[in-house]
C-alpha cells in the first residue's frame, strides 16, 4: 500500500557521479516500502537514484523508456494515458470518452454503470446502485435494496417503503403519524420530547424537570448525579462519576473507579495511583521521577528527554551527531542517511 508522508529538505551536496549536478539531501523517515520524494526515492530496501527514468512497482525498480511506462499495476508498469489499470489488469483506455474499471473491464461511466461487478445501461448519465441494479437517483430511491419512486422532496426509507419526514416518523420500520409535536421514538411508539421523555422503552410525562433517565426513571438532572444508574446528592459538589459513585472533582481524582485526594498537584493517574505530573511521569503503568533533566516523554517503560535523545521502537537512543530520526529501533542521521523498508542506506552511494 502506498503511504504518503510529509518530508522536509534540508542542505545540499554534489554528487560526483552526477556529473555536478547539485541535489537536495531528504531528511526524512522512509518507513514505507516504496514512497516517492521529490528527487530520491526508496524502492524497497533501495534508494533510486533516477527517479526520472524508473519507476517502483512492487519493490521492483522498472524503466520507464521512451513509451512512457510510468505507473504501477501490480508490478508492472504501463503508460496511463493510453491505458487503465483494472483489478491488476492493464486494459487499453476507450478511444472516446473518459474510461473507468467495472472489474477488470472498461466503460464509459457516461453509457454505462458499474453495479455488483455488473455492466448496466446508464438511465439517467448519474444512476446509482441499488444492489446489482441502477436507478435514476432524481426519480427513485433504494430502500433496503427495492427501488421506489420518490415521493416528492423526499428520499427517506422507513424499511421498504419511503415517506415524507415532516408528516411521518419512523420507529422501528413502522411509520407513525407526527401529530402533537410526536416527533420521537420509544421503541415502536412516538411521543412529543417536548412533553415527555423516554425511559427504558417507556414514555413518561415530564414533571418538575425530570427529563432524563437514571436506571429507567426520569430524574432531574440539576438535583441529582447517575453513575452506573445510581441516583446521587450532588451536595457537597460531588458533580462527578467513578464507578457507580459520586465525587467532587475539585479536591479529589479518579483514577481507574478508585477516588483519590487530589492534593499536592496529584491530579493524574497511572493506573490505579495517582501523581503529580510535574515531579513524575507515568511510562507504561511505571511512575518514573523526571529528574533534573525533564525527561517527561515515555519510550515504553522508560523516560527519555525529547531533542537530547530520541524513542525508536521502544529503545531510548541518543541524538549526538545529528541522529535525530528512526529506522526501526536504529537512529540516523537524515542528512547523510535514509531510511528504506526498515534499512539504514548510504544517500551518497548507487545501489
Known amino acids: 500500500m502506498l503511504q504518503c508522508f510529509q518530508f522536509v529538505f534540508g542542505t545540499t551536496i554534489s554528487y560526483p557521479y552526477f556529473s555536478g549536478i547539485t541535489l537536495p539531501v531528504l531528511e526524512a523517515h522512509f518507513d514505507s516500502r516504496h514512497v516517492q520524494v521529490t528527487h530520491l526515492t526508496c524502492c524497497g530496501d533501495r534508494i533510486n537514484y533516477y527517479p526520472r527514468s524508473t519507476v517502483c512497482c512492487a519493490e521492483k525498480l522498472l524503466q520507464t523508456g521512451t513509451a512512457g511506462l510510468s505507473s504501477c499495476c501490480g508490478d508492472i508498469n504501463f503508460n496511463e494515458k493510453s491505458h487503465i489499470c483494472c483489478d491488476n489488469t492493464i486494459q487499453r483506455r ?6 473507468s474499471c467495472c472489474g477488470t473491464k472498461v466503460i464509459n461511466p457516461k453509457e454505462h454503470v458499474c453495479c455488483s461487478s455488473k455492466i448496466l445501461h446508464q438511465i439517467s448519465g448519474n444512476d446509482s446502485c441499488c444492489g446489482d441494479m441502477n436507478f435514476n437517483p432524481y426519480t427513485h430511491v433504494c430502500c433496503l435494496g427495492f427501488i421506489l419512486e420518490t415521493l416528492i422532496y423526499s428520499t427517506a426509507c422507513c424499511g421498504m417503503k419511503n415517506f415524507y419526514p415532516h408528516t411521518r416518523v419512523c420507529c422501528e420500520d413502522i411509520l407513525l403519524p407526527v401529530g402533537n409535536g410526536k416527533t420521537a421514538c420509544c421503541d415502536i411508539e412516538n411521543y412529543n420530547p417536548k412533553t415527555h421523555v423516554c425511559c427504558g422503552g417507556i414514555i413518561h410525562p415530564i414533571v418538575a424537570n425530570r427529563n432524563v433517565c437514571c436506571d429507567d426513571k426520569p430524574v432531574n438532572p440539576s438535583l441529582t448525579v447517575c453513575c452506573q444508574d445510581n441516583v446521587l446528592s450532588p451536595a457537597g459538589g460531588k458533580t462527578a462519576c467513578c464507578g457507580g459513585t459520586n465525587y467532587n472533582p475539585t479536591t479529589h481524582v479518579c483514577c481507574e473507579n478508585t477516588i483519590l485526594d487530589s492534593k499536592y498537584g496529584r491530579t493524574s493517574c497511572c493506573l490505579n495511583k495517582n501523581f503529580n505530573p510535574y ?58 542517511h535514509a531510511c528504506c523498508a526498515d534499512h539504514i542506506v548510504d544517500i551518497k552511494m548507487r545501489n
Open 94 to 99: 476507450l478511444t472516446y470518452g473518459e474510461s
Open 279 to 336: 515531579f513524575k511521569v507515568c511510562c507504561d503503568g511505571k511512575l518514573i521521577h523526571v529528574g533534573y533533566m525533564a525527561a517527561k516523554s515515555c519510550c515504553r517503560d522508560r523516560s527519555y528527554v525529547p531533542g537530547a535523545q530520541i524513542c525508536c521502537h521502544g529503545v531510548v537512543l541518543s541524538t549526538n551527531g545529528g541522529l535525530t530520526k528512526c529506522c526501526k529501533d536504529k537512529n540516523y542521521n537524515p542528512r547523510t
